[in-house]
DNA sequence: TTGAAAGCGTTACCAG
DNA sequence: CTGGTAACGCTTTCAA
C-alpha cells in the first residue's frame, strides 16, 4: 500500500494552527494554590479529601479551590503524586499479542477491572515474537514503575534476561500474577490440560483415528498444556502419535492456513484437527474448503480459546472455552488484593474449561 | 461461567514465597552513585551517555558505574526523568476498541513504531461506548502526561467536557495526531466515502438495488463517513433510500446478526447488504446462512477494514482496505515530526482505501 | 572530569 | 483548619 503525503497542502480553518500556540505549560498545584489564595498544601488536601479520616477543610476554602482547579483545568501530574506518595496506583499487563481476540478480551477485562477500581493501566504487548524483543518490553515497563504485574506472557521467560528481570522485581515485592502456572506465584490457571484430554476422547468417540495438531506458537512452549495432553492421550488410547501430523507453525492466519495445506495434502491425511487456538482454526478451515474438503463431513475442526467470532463462523467452531475477559477481571482482583495485603496466602484461582461442541465437528468419514 | 478460587491451597516449592520476602525497593541512582564510588550527577552522566555532545567521563569511572547498574539491576525511574527533564518521552494512543482486530492492527502499528524510536506507549481503549467513560479515559491520560497523542476514537468528541479537555491540551501546545478529520490538527485520514460511493456502483453494476446497511457504531456518528456517500450513491444513482434497510446497531458481531436478522425477514429483503465493519459482516454472513440465504449467490455482503481474517472466512469477505498497520506507524511518525519541529506547517496524510473483491459479492439473484 | 545544589510537582509531617 | 518544609528520584546548571 502506498501513503500519500500533503506535508505543504496547509488548510488554516479554526483558530488552532500550529504556529499560533502558546506553549504554557499544565497548570500545576501551585498555580491553583495562587488562584484560590491558599497554600499548596491545602490544595493537595482538598484533591485527595480527607486525610486520616480527618476532614481539616473548611467547605468555603474547599469550594475556591475547586473552582481554581476547574478554572484552570487543573489535573494533578500522576507522576509526581507517584514519586512522592511511593504508590504508583498503576498495575501492567504483558500479553503475547495484541492481535490475539483472545487477549484483547483478557486485556479488556483487566483494563476495565482497573478503571473501576481508580488504577492506571499498563499494557505491553510483545507482538514480534522475539526475546529481545521481550526484554525490553520488560524493561520499558520497569521503569515506569507499577505497583502490581499480570503476566500473561508465560514465554517471556525464554529470555534469561527477561526472567532475571522478573525475578528481582518479584524478590523484591513487586505483587505478580501469572497467567498459567510458573512460578510460585499467584496463579490464575486456565490449563488446557484437562480440556485437550477431553478433546482427543471426544474425537477419537466420533471414530477418528489420524487427528493432525496445529501447534502454531512461534517456536516457544506456549502450548504444551496442548501438546502434551494430545500425545499421552492418543497413546492411552492406543494410537501411536504420528510426528507428521503435528505442525509446527507460527500464529497467524496464515501460518495455520499454509499448516493445514501441508496435513491435507499428506497421503494419509487427518480426519481430524486440533488447532492451538481459534485463529490458526480459521486458517485450518480455510484450507480445508480451498483443497474441497467439507467440515465437518470429510475433516472435523476444533480450536481453542473461543474468541467471540467461533460462534459467528462457517461452520460454527467447535472450540474449549475459557472467557478471558473474565479471566481477566479475575486476575486484577486478585492482583489488588496482594497490593492491598502481601501477606495474603498464595493464591490460586482455576479457571475451568470447558468443550464445546458445535458444528466443526462430527463423525470421522471412514 | 463459575470461577473457582482456592486461597488456601498453598503450596510451597519454590523459595520464592510472598511471606520471605524482603520488602527492599527499587535501587535507585544514589545505591549506584555509593557502589561506584561517584557521585549521583556522574551516574546520571553515563546513563545519559555524553552531555551536549562533550563526554565529561573517564572510561574507568564509566565502567564503574556501568557495574554497578548491572549488579544493583538499576532501572532509572521513568517517572522521575520525565519530571526532571520535563519530556516524558511518551506517545498516547486512544482508541474506540480493543476488541475490534482493525484497531488493534493500528495500535499494534503505533506501538512498533513508538518502541523503535524508544519512546514509551500508553494505549487506551474507550471500550464501553459511554461518554462519561470516555471523560475518564481522557483524565487519566492527562494525568499520566504525555509528549504527544494519537487519537482514533473520534467520538470521544461527543462529550462536551472531553472537548474541552482535547482544546486545552492542545491549545497548550501538546502535539495531537488524529485518525480522520475533526480539528484543525495534524490529521492522518482514511476516509472510507470515496471507498463507499466505489461499493455503492459496484453493487449497483451488479444488479442489486435493494442495499442495506448495517450501522453498528454504538449510537454515535463514527461511521459518517459510509452513511452519507451511502444515501447519497444510491439517489444518485435514481434509487430512493430506504430507511429500513438502514439498521442502526451496536457495533459487536452479535449485534450484526440481530440486525441482519430483522433485514433478511422484511417482505422484500435486500439483495446485498453493507456491513460499517467486518466484525458487523461476519455476524451479517452467519445470520443469512442461519436462514438458509446463500452468500454470494442470493445475497452479496461486503465489509469494512479488511481485518486479517478477512481473506480467511467462507466465504472470503468482499471488503474496503485502509492498512490499520501501516496507518499506525505513519501516524506516531508525524507526531513525532510535530514534537521535534513543534512549528511544521500542518500534516495531512492520506491514507488510500480500496476495495477489494473477494467471493461474498456477486450478481443480484432477482 | 567530577561534585554540589537547585528544581520538577507532588505528598505528608509538623507546627501554628 | 492551614501553611511551611522535607522528601521522592532524577536532570541540569554551575563550580571546583
Known amino acids: 500500500m502506498k501513503i500519500i503525503t500533503y506535508p505543504h497542502k496547509v488548510t488554516r480553518v ?18 491553583v494554590a495562587r488562584h484560590a489564595g491558599v497554600s499548596r498544601a491545602t490544595v493537595s488536601y482538598v484533591i485527595n479529601g480527607l486525610t486520616d479520616g480527618k476532614i481539616p477543610i473548611s467547605n468555603e476554602t474547599r469550594k475556591r479551590v475547586l473552582d481554581a482547579i476547574d478554572k484552570l483545568g487543573y489535573e494533578p501530574d500522576a507522576r509526581a503524586q507517584a514519586l512522592s506518595s511511593g504508590k504508583t496506583n498503576t498495575v501492567a499487563l504483558i500479553i503475547p499479542d495484541l492481535r490475539n481476540p483472545h487477549f484483547s478480551e483478557f486485556a479488556t477485562g483487566v483494563e476495565e ?10 499494557l505491553s504487548s510483545t507482538t514480534l515474537i522475539s526475546d529481545e524483543y521481550a526484554v525490553d518490553i520488560f524493561k520499558d ?5 507499577f505497583d502490581g504485574l499480570i503476566l500473561a506472557s508465560h514465554f517471556i521467560l525464554n529470555s534469561k534476561e527477561a526472567q532475571e528481570i522478573l525475578s528481582r522485581i518479584h524478590k523484591r515485592g513487586l505483587p505478580i500474577v501469572e497467567f498459567s502456572e510458573i512460578n510460585n506465584v499467584d496463579t490464575i490457571s486456565a490449563d488446557y490440560s484437562d480440556a485437550t484430554r477431553e478433546v482427543v476422547s471426544y474425537l477419537i468417540s466420533l471414530g477418528h483415528r489420524r487427528i493432525g495438531l496445529v501447534y502454531g506458537v512461534g517456536g516457544h512452549d506456549l502450548g504444551l498444556d496442548r501438546l502434551e495432553p494430545y500425545q499421552e492421550s492418543l497413546n492411552a488410547a492406543g494410537i501411536e502419535v504420528d510426528p507428521g501430523l503435528i505442525i509446527e507453525c507460527g500464529p497467524s492466519i ?3 492456513y499454509q499448516g493445514t495445506l501441508k496435513l491435507l495434502t499428506l497421503d494419509a491425511r487427518p480426519t481430524a484437527i486440533i488447532a492451538i487456538n481459534d485463529l490458526l482454526a480459521i486458517g485450518v478451515m480455510r484450507a480445508a474448503g480451498d483443497l474441497g474438503i467439507r467440515v465437518p463431513d470429510d475433516l472435523s475442526v476444533i480450536g481453542y480459546d473461543d474468541i467471540p467470532m467461533a460462534n459467528y463462523l462457517m461452520p460454527r467452531l467447535t472450540t474449549v472455552t475459557k472467557d478471558a475477559y473474565t479471566a481477566g477481571q479475575k486476575a486484577f482482583e486478585m492482583l489488588i488484593a496482594r497490593i492491598q495485603t ?21 463423525q470421522a468419514p471412514f
Chains 1, 2 share one sequence.
Open 141 to 145: 515497563l520497569v521503569r515506569r514503575r
Open 113 to 122: 477491572a482497573a478503571r473501576a477500581a481508580d488504577y492506571h493501566f499498563l
Open 342 to 362: 502481601p501477606d495474603l496466602p498464595r493464591q490460586i484461582t482455576h479457571i475451568p474449561t470447558k468443550l464445546i461442541v458445535r458444528e466443526s465437528t462430527g
Open 14 to 31: 479554526s483558530i488552532l494552527s500550529y504556529s499560533q500556540l502558546i506553549n504554557m505549560n499544565q497548570p500545576t498545584q501551585t498555580d
Open 254 to 256: 496464515e501460518d495455520g
